[in-house]
């Protein structure tokens, strides 16, 4: 208890924890475990098939343990800053490749013609446009392809007889229209992997285990530990409501617009630590307030 005093009384230490839990919040706040947790489920959005989905979040996944290596490449030869800010660069560019994708697709649909059942729930009022988008609003409607090009609309409790008299007996009722500007979704997805694996996702853990004297750093880094988790939490349970409430292509640019917010902060909080000693820190943190630019301080003697 005294040690948590002692750290909030302490200018430097306080400057450095804001600083942490800055790292650890951004990390999470810029949807990197929507990304992940839901993968498949965003690419199945994107109208693949859910057996293609768990093919291509492989994809996702394999390119963030590869590109993970280039961040321990490059942390003490491009420094702290700038690799953490051209990861999150990447990241937003990413995101907003996400958020388009997904605007570009539900344009697809609202043009994609299909042939409703008269006969239940999967309907619209015969004056409208019966569109893969109009079934899909429907929350009881699904669609399957009759593999002849004909898209149907059908309830989610429709009997097996109805489908496969209608789209054929290996019919795949699902709930997205597939669409040729799928490919943009895995695209933006794998981008967005891609810049966060060498900056974003390793540099948080890094930077906090530098910033903290020797008496604060166990207490400092729990709180920025904590901090981090609880960002999970809220982004993980999150996605799926977010991505109802403000549509899947809102849901994209939330994040990216965070990690654009986050970017800006990074650029005149974050302190270039390459080359300064543990013993330093202190030090770096008491005399400046703001760090703009990606020169590290010169180490004294």
Same mark, same amino acid.
């Given at each position: 208890c005294?040690?948590l005093i002692?750290m909030?009384?302490?200018v430097?230490?306080?400057?450095?924890?804001?600083l942490?839990?800055s790292?650890q919040l951004f990390?999470q706040?810029?949807?990197?475990n929507?990304?992940?947790? @839901?993968s498949?489920?965003?690419?199945?959005?994107?109208?693949?098939?859910?057996r293609?989905?768990?093919?291509?979040?492989?994809i996702? *996944? %394999?390119?963030n343990?590869?590109?993970?290596?280039?961040?321990?490449y490059?942390?003490?030869r491009a420094g702290?800053?700038?690799?953490l800010?051209g990861?999150?660069l990447?990241?937003?560019m990413?995101?907003?490749?996400l958020?388009?994708? =997904?605007?570009?697709?539900?344009l697809?649909k609202? *043009?994609?013609?299909?042939? =409703?059942? *008269?006969?239940?729930v999967? %309907?619209v009022p015969?004056? #409208?446009?019966? &569109?893969? @988008?109009?079934?899909l609003?429907?929350p009881e409607c699904?669609?399957?392809?009759?593999g002849e090009?004909?898209?149907?609309?059908?309830?989610?409790? #429709?009997t097996t007889?109805?489908i496969?008299?209608?789209?054929g007996?290996? +019919?795949d009722?699902?709930k997205?229209c597939?669409?040729?500007?799928?490919w943009?979704?895995?695209?933006g997805?794998t /981008?967005y992997?891609m810049g966060? +694996?060498?900056g974003m996702?390793p540099?948080?853990?890094?930077i906090? &285990?530098e $910033?903290f004297?020797n008496?604060?750093?166990?207490s400092?880094?729990c !709180?920025? %530990?904590?901090?981090?988790?609880?960002g999970? &939490?809220?982004?993980s349970q999150? =996605?799926l409501t /977010?991505?109802?409430?403000?549509g899947r292509?809102? #849901?994209?640019f939330t @994040?990216?617009?965070? +990690?654009?917010?986050?970017m800006? @902060?990074f650029f005149? =909080?974050?302190?270039?630590?390459k080359? !300064?000693?543990?013993e330093r820190?202190?030090e770096?943190f008491?005399?400046?307030?703001?760090? $703009?630019?990606f020169?590290?301080?010169?180490?004294?003697?």
């Amino acid at each position: 208890c005294t040690v948590l005093i002692n750290m909030f009384k302490n200018v430097a230490v306080r400057r450095a924890l804001v600083l942490g839990i800055s790292l650890q919040l951004f990390q999470q706040l810029s949807g990197i475990n929507s990304v992940m947790y @839901y993968s498949s489920t965003i690419l199945e959005m994107a109208g693949t098939s859910p057996r293609m989905a768990i093919w291509l979040s492989c994809i996702v *996944s %394999t390119a963030n343990v590869a590109f993970t290596f280039i961040g321990l490449y490059g942390v003490e030869r491009a420094g702290r800053k700038i690799l953490l800010l051209g990861s999150m660069l990447v990241m937003v560019m990413g995101l907003s490749l996400l958020g388009f994708s =997904f605007v570009i697709m539900d344009l697809s649909k609202k *043009s994609m013609p299909v042939e =409703f059942n *008269s006969d239940s729930v999967c %309907t619209v009022p015969e004056a #409208a446009w019966k &569109s893969c @988008y109009n079934c899909l609003e429907i929350p009881e409607c699904r669609v399957c392809d009759d593999g002849e090009g004909i898209i149907h609309c059908l309830p989610d409790n #429709a009997t097996t007889l109805l489908i496969e008299a209608t789209c054929g007996a290996d +019919a795949d009722i699902r709930k997205e229209c597939k669409t040729s500007e799928s490919w943009l979704a895995v695209m933006g997805l794998t /981008l967005y992997i891609m810049g966060f +694996a060498p900056g974003m996702g390793p540099l948080p853990w890094t930077i906090n &285990s530098e $910033i903290f004297p020797n008496w604060a750093r166990d207490s400092a880094l729990c !709180i920025t %530990t904590f901090t981090n988790w609880l960002g999970n &939490s809220i982004i993980s349970q999150t =996605f799926l409501t /977010l991505s109802k409430a403000a549509g899947r292509p809102g #849901a994209f640019f939330t @994040y990216a617009a965070v +990690a654009l917010v986050g970017m800006a @902060y990074f650029f005149v =909080f974050l302190p270039e630590t390459k080359g !300064i000693s543990l013993e330093r820190t202190d030090e770096l943190f008491r005399n400046r307030k703001t760090f $703009i630019g990606f020169q590290p301080l010169q180490q004294k003697e």
